[in-house]
């Protein structure tokens, strides 16, 4: 037996890296989750700082928020995540929305709410979400655009402690973060509700993870059913012809059943882990994954799914046992047709008639249906970036982010329309949208009982009785258009190149065939004269209509990576994807490359 200390083992050989400087953190609407305090970027030095680009309204945000959990328990010593909050909707950069939505989605580290987008200028950000990782002397090191990141940053964050620990520049101790004092409510920011056989009212209590029973009143609780074991910030709920009702299971990325009756709960569809490009879009329904179901509704014979982590509407179908895609190609946009060939953005809410199914489709602002045939239309909606508080003829109205939708007994429907604070109606018959009601605070959805319509106001964690007026609320009109800079480019011949870095030990996984995808698109078509499409390239030669002056390019890429170790008969591999639209302004002056970073630095 040897009683020597063994040789301490040598820190790995650091990889070469750019050397950027981290620029400061600067944000108007100041720091949460710090306890009253402003932090600079030298109140990190000596440890790993991700800089987490969102903005709540995004569930690929949220997915990436659910990602960093696991990475932000286990290097609580040596890294520290800070929340970039960069608003898309005007609503966002409303200083209180961002501490709720911090609240709301159990977001445990430091916010700094940037409503000017200051920071996402500084670091030349281009899309929600976005992970930037600063290593503990304060620079840059790697940029991560979308969702699928999180191996690849466990393994960065690895080598930087373990480089840093050897250089003498780590430091080791507790974190900035200051959690919030809690608040006692029946309710904390509650989703979705419905009306059970009784009379009393479920509502998805989504902050707590549970369902509450509330008596008829709407205010007095019956009893909770579940917690975080049995749901993870459940959403829409659906009434079935037997009395038992399905419950879209969010971060679960599953489908529940309760019976009221006995209390219990089952897993119906979903197997627990998120869908990914290439996953089987349908079959038996327990081994299908899903991602973010956020509503459901019963319709024609079938649970229909708002299924808003990919942007797609899917069914369930209660006697086979299946699930299956049934609109929606997972390109985020606003396409209207048949409902293989549409796109959706985020749909949120639904809402069944016997001619259609509507939606509210939260990301472009819009009221969408299905029909009987599967064909998909536009009530009310331009597209991703244009939204308001605007009633008037339905080609000209106005939504910011809805996320509920209400059949009411006329054939028209109500629509929850969030980010206004507003409970707004579409009448199919004069075309026409009004306003209902507003001071409302976040309604994301509402029932109708008897003659009144019961709104769920989500950030006032509390359901909200209203008379259905006989004449509608008028409200000045106001129209907006999403914020964020356009960047210069030159018309003619224009080069596209997504930048991506498999991570360390990793490389393209082609065992099958190309591992990458790029789409191109744009709004207006016209803008793109050639250059649109699929392909397997993650570079494309674009060219540019010089007739006009501004649009916006709509790109999605995915790369696929694997382990890169021949002896690992199955090797794991890791699926990187991201959409960008970018606002583009074409001047003689303007670049004639863009570079969209997926994973990696723009060498």
Known sequence: MNDAAPAPTPAPAPRSRARVRAPELIGKGGWINTGGKDLKLADFRGRTLILDFWTFCCINCLHVLDELRELEEKHRDTLVIVG???PKFVHEAEHQAVVDAVERYEVHHPV???????????YAVRAWPTLVVIDPEGYVVAQHAGEGHANAIRTLVEELEAEHAAKGTLRRGDGPYVPPEPVATDLRFPGKAVVLPDGNLLV????????????????????????????REPQGLALLPDGTVVVADTV??????FDPATGAVERIAGTGRQWWQGSPTSGPALGVDLSSPWDVAWWQGKV???????HQIWTYDPESGTVEVAAGT??????DGPGAEAWFAQPSGLAATPDRLWIADSETSALRYVDTDGHVHTAVGTGLFDFGHRDGAADQALFQHPLGVTALPDGSVAVSDTYNHALRRYDPATGEVTTLATDLREPSDAVLVGEDIVVVESARHRLTRLRLPEE????????HRTKREATEVAPGAFRLDVVFHAPTGQKLDERYGPSTRLLVSSTPPELLLSG???GTDLFRDLELNPALTEGVLHVSAMAASCDDDPANEYPACHVHQQDWGVPVKLTAEGATRLPLILAGLDA
């Open 84 to 86: 970039v909050h960069s």
């Open 112 to 122: 700094l709410d940037d409503p000017e987008l200051a920071t996402w200028k500084q």
């Open 204 to 231: 998805s209590d989504t902050t707590r993870h549970q369902l509450v029973e509330l008596a008829a009143d709407g205010e007095t609780v019956v009893r909770r059913i579940g917690g975080e074991g049995v749901f």
């Open 252 to 257: 679960h990325h599953s489908l529940q059943r």
């Open 304 to 310: 229909w799914i708002a299924m808003a982590g990919v």
């Open 330 to 335: 997972t390109n985020e946009g606003l396409v």
């Open 472 to 479: 509608a609320v008028r409200v000045e009109a106001v129209a």
């Open 532 to 534: 649109e499409g699929t």
